[in-house]
């Protein structure tokens, strides 16, 4: 498995030398700034959660976004009556009838009607914060993009599945009832390390960035630990190896 230079662009089945951390890594890996490694499949550092979206975690930040986003919304507008009149019991104004407005809730404590004021402003504030990040994320996963490949130019999505359920499937796993939990995938269809791409985009990008490599960025097999592992796990023999095995006997 060659390792190429990193670059801003679609680099499908080649692995990258980080040089902050000084050792090769898979396709679509990235590394951060902030948590100071390298993370499978990045999306994104967030910081609400005070970490990396990758691999690992994409399904429960998914899902975490969605659900927030529409328990907000769900909170904010079941409570929007009580909350029009808490706002004018705080406020002393009077409805149509010229009721007092607060007799509605004469069985309420002030304070109670402030907390529930505060609640109904924090669901609010959630719901507009949520819905753009929902509207961003969920058709990134339907096309099978990064926050970070949303930017790449240089090729069509190497990685598109051909439909909405399949590049889903990248991140839940297969369609199945745990897409629904925030549980580990039960059938998962990827390692994180190799990812199903256009064999054909993944053919060029391989033949253009293999001509560019340097002396310093090539490893021999043994060299390097990761590039040992993986050329074990996917069964890659050294060019040396080819060459003998091709050569007769005398």
């Known amino acids: 498995m060659p390792v190429a230079p990193p670059r801003q662009e679609w680099q499908p089945g080649k692995a990258t030398f980080c040089e902050r951390c000084g050792i090769p890594r898979p396709e679509r890996a990235h590394h951060c700034n902030i948590c100071r490694s390298c993370v499978l499949r990045m999306d994104h550092h967030c910081a609400w959660i005070d970490n990396c979206v990758g691999f690992h975690n994409h399904k429960y930040f998914f899902l975490l976004v969605i659900y927030a986003c529409l328990a907000s919304i769900f909170a904010f507008l079941t409570a929007l009556p ?3 009149s808490s706002i004018a019991a705080v406020a002393g104004a009077q409805d149509a009838s010229g009721v007092e407005t607060v007799r509605l809730v004469r069985y309420t404590q002030k304070t109670d009607v402030l907390a529930f004021l505060i609640a109904g402003i924090l669901s609010l504030f959630f719901a ?3 819905a753009p990040m929902v509207y961003m994320h969920v058709p990134l996963a339907m096309r099978n993009e990064t926050a970070i490949e949303s930017h790449y130019q240089n090729m069509p999505n ?3 599945q051909g439909s909405r359920m399949g590049n889903l499937s990248q991140v839940f796993g297969a369609c199945g009832p745990d897409w629904l939990l925030p549980v580990q995938p039960f059938k998962p269809l990827n390692d994180g ?3 199903q791409s256009d064999a054909s985009l993944s ?5 253009e960035q293999t001509s560019e490599l340097t002396d310093s960025e090539s490893f ?4 390097c630990e990761p590039e040992r592992l993986w ?5 890659v023999r050294r060019r040396e190896q ?3 095995a091709a050569k007769p006997d005398p």
């Open 193 to 195: 390390i190799a990812f």
């Open 242 to 244: 080819h060459v003998q």
């Open 220 to 223: 021999e097999a043994g060299a």
């Open 82 to 84: 009580e909350l029009w």
């Open 158 to 160: 190497p990685f598109d």
């Open 128 to 130: 507009v914060l949520l």
């Open 231 to 235: 050329r074990r796990r996917y069964r």
């Open 203 to 207: 053919l060029s990008s391989s033949s």
